[in-house]
C-alpha cells in the first residue's frame, strides 16, 4: 500500500484515473532506478497577417517558426534509505538538427542565436515518512516540482525544471459510504526556473524582465470516485496571486464507458508593484483582476470518446490593449490551466465566450491489411470563440471570431521488439477574422492566422 500512495505523490497521479479527458501523456513515468527517454520533435509554424504586411512590411516575429530537435533525459530515482530518505537527479541534453530565427522554445536563445544545450534538470533530496492509511513526501532542491498552480511543461525536446521544494500528503480511508475518499495536499516554494528552453536556472522575471522574488503555492484535493473537489492558489511576491476552485462529477456506464462532469473557476489578482510595472510598460494582461470559467463534459463508451467544453473569460485592461486570463506566474514560470481548452490557442482574451468539441478513437484491436493498430488512437478538436475589440485605425468595435482546427494522431507500439517507442503528430489550423486585434492584443502572438505541425518520436529505454 505504501509503495503505491508514494508512487502517487511523486509523479502526481490523480486519485481515480478516468480516459475521459483530453491531456497530453506522462512520458517519463517508468519504474526503476535508472530510465532513459529519447524524444525527437519538429516544430513547423506558418502565421500571415495582411495587416503587418502593409503596415509593417511583414511580422516582426517572421512568417515560418520552429525547427528541430533532439532530446534525451536521462532519470536516477534512488530508492529510500531506511524507507526515508533518497535523492533523485536527472540530466537533460537537447541537441539542434534545425532551427529558424524563432525557434518556438526548441533551444536556448538568451545569446542571441539558437543552440544546443545541456543541464543538470533535477538534483534533490527526497524524504518520506507515512502510516497505514497516510503518506507523506518532501523534496528539496532542484526538479519538477509541480503543485498547487504551478506546473512544469514537457511539450518540447525536454520538460522544464524549478529550484526550491515540494511537499505533498496522502490521506486515504476518508470514504463516503461507499466510495473511496482520499484526501492529498501539496504546496511548493519556488525561487529560481529553468523552463524547458534554458540551460540555466535563472531568477523568476515578470513579463517586462522584472525579477520576482519567489512563488508560493498549495492545493487540497479530495477524491470520492465519483465526485471530486479540488482547490488551488498561487503567490508570485509582489506580482500576482493565482486562485483555481475545480468541482468534478464522474459516473460509469456500462462495463467500458464513463461519464465526467468538471466545472473550474479561476480567479487572478495583481499582488503588487511589479505588476504595476509590468502595467505602465504595456506588458500587463489585465489591469486588477480577471477570472476565467471552463465546465467540461467527457462521454467514453468503448472505444469512442467525446468532449465538449465551454468557457469565459474576463480581463478588463484599460491601457488600450485587449487583455486575457493570465494564468502564469511570470515570464518563465508556467501556471496551472488544466482543462481540455488548453490545446492550442487559449481563446481566453477579455469578454470571450469558446466552445470546443473533441473526438477520440482508439484503433486497438483493429488492423490495417496485414499490420494491426494495437496503440493506435485519433482525435479531432474544433474550437471557436467570439469576443469584441476595437480597431484601433478606425476606432470602431468590432465582433472577433477565432476558430481552431486540430488533429493528433498517436501510436504507441506494443509489440515487444518495439516496447518504449511511440509516435504522435498534431496539426493545427488556426484562423482569425480580423488582422487589426493582433495590434491591439496583449498576447499577439496568438491571435495570428496560421498553422502547425508537430511531429513527436519518443523512445523509452
Known amino acids: 500500500m505504501k509503495n503505491a500512495m508514494a508512487a502517487a505523490l511523486v509523479i502526481g497521479a490523480p486519485t481515480q484515473v478516468m480516459a475521459v479527458s483530453i491531456n497530453d501523456y506522462d512520458r517519463t513515468g517508468n519504474d526503476g532506478e535508472l530510465n532513459v527517454y529519447m524524444r525527437a520533435v519538429h516544430i513547423d509554424t506558418r502565421i500571415e497577417n495582411d495587416l503587418m504586411d502593409d503596415l509593417f512590411g511583414g511580422i516582426p516575429i517572421g512568417e515560418r517558426l520552429g525547427g528541430t530537435a533532439l532530446g534525451v533525459v536521462t532519470d536516477y530515482e534512488s530508492r529510500y534509505w531506511m524507507d526515508s530518505i533518497g535523492f533523485d537527479a536527472s540530466l537533460y541534453g537537447v541537441a539542434k538538427i534545425d532551427a529558424r530565427p524563432e525557434d518556438r522554445d526548441l533551444f536556448d536563445d538568451t545569446s542571441g542565436d539558437s543552440k544546443s544545450f545541456g543541464k543538470l534538470g533535477q538534483a534533490n533530496l527526497k524524504f518520506r515518512h507515512g502510516g497505514e492509511h497516510w503518506l507523506a513526501a518532501f523534496q528539496a532542491g532542484r526538479g519538477r516540482f509541480d503543485a498547487g498552480t504551478v506546473v512544469t511543461k514537457d511539450t518540447r525536446a525536454v520538460p522544464g525544471s524549478y529550484q ?8 486515504e480511508g476518508l470514504d463516503i459510504g461507499p466510495l473511496p475518499g482520499v484526501l492529498s495536499l501539496d504546496a511548493a516554494y519556488i525561487n529560481r526556473t529553468s523552463p524547458r528552453d534554458r540551460e540555466d536556472f535563472e531568477k523568476i522575471v515578470s513579463e517586462s524582465g522584472e525579477e520576482i522574488t519567489d512563488i508560493k503555492t498549495f492545493g487540497v484535493e479530495y477524491d470520492a470516485r465519483l465526485i471530486a473537489l479540488k482547490f488551488a492558489r498561487g503567490v508570485a511576491r509582489d506580482f500576482n496571486r493565482n486562485t483555481s476552485y475545480g468541482l468534478t462529477l464522474r459516473a460509469s456506464i456500462g462495463e467500458d464507458g464513463g461519464v465526467l462532469l468538471e466545472t473550474q473557476y479561476y480567479d487572478f489578482q495583481k499582488e503588487g508593484e511589479l505588476w504595476d510595472h509590468d502595467w505602465a510598460s504595456g506588458d500587463a494582461a489585465y489591469d486588477d483582476d480577471a477570472n476565467w470559467l471552463n465546465v467540461n463534459l467527457g462521454v467514453e463508451i468503448a472505444r469512442w470518446g467525446l468532449g465538449l467544453s465551454y468557457s469565459k473569460s474576463e480581463a478588463e485592461l484599460s491601457n488600450g490593449m485587449l487583455g486575457y486570463a493570465y494564468f502564469d506566474h511570470g515570464d518563465n514560470a508556467d501556471g496551472l490551466m488544466d482543462a481540455w481548452t488548453r490545446s492550442g490557442n487559449d481563446f481566453n482574451n477579455d469578454g470571450e465566450e469558446a466552445w470546443q468539441i473533441g473526438v477520440q478513437y482508439d484503433f486497438s484491436g483493429h488492423s490495417l491489411g496485414r499490420i494491426p493498430l494495437d496503440g493506435v488512437n485519433a482525435m479531432a478538436i474544433f474550437k471557436r470563440g467570439e469576443f469584441d475589440a476595437t480597431n484601433p485605425l478606425s ?42 486585434v493582433a495590434l491591439v492584443s496583449a498576447q499577439p502572438d496568438n491571435v495570428l492566422n496560421g498553422e502547425e505541425l508537430r511531429v513527436y518520436v519518443d523512445y523509452a529505454f
Open 164 to 171: 526550491g521544494a515540494r511537499g505533498q500528503m496522502r490521506f
Open 395 to 436: 476606432g470602431v468595435s468590432s465582433e472577433v471570431e477565432e476558430k481552431q482546427l486540430e488533429y493528433r494522431l498517436n501510436y504507441r507500439f506494443d509489440e515487444p521488439e518495439h516496447e518504449g517507442v511511440s509516435v504522435g503528430l498534431i496539426y493545427t489550423r488556426y484562423w482569425i477574422n480580423e488582422d487589426f
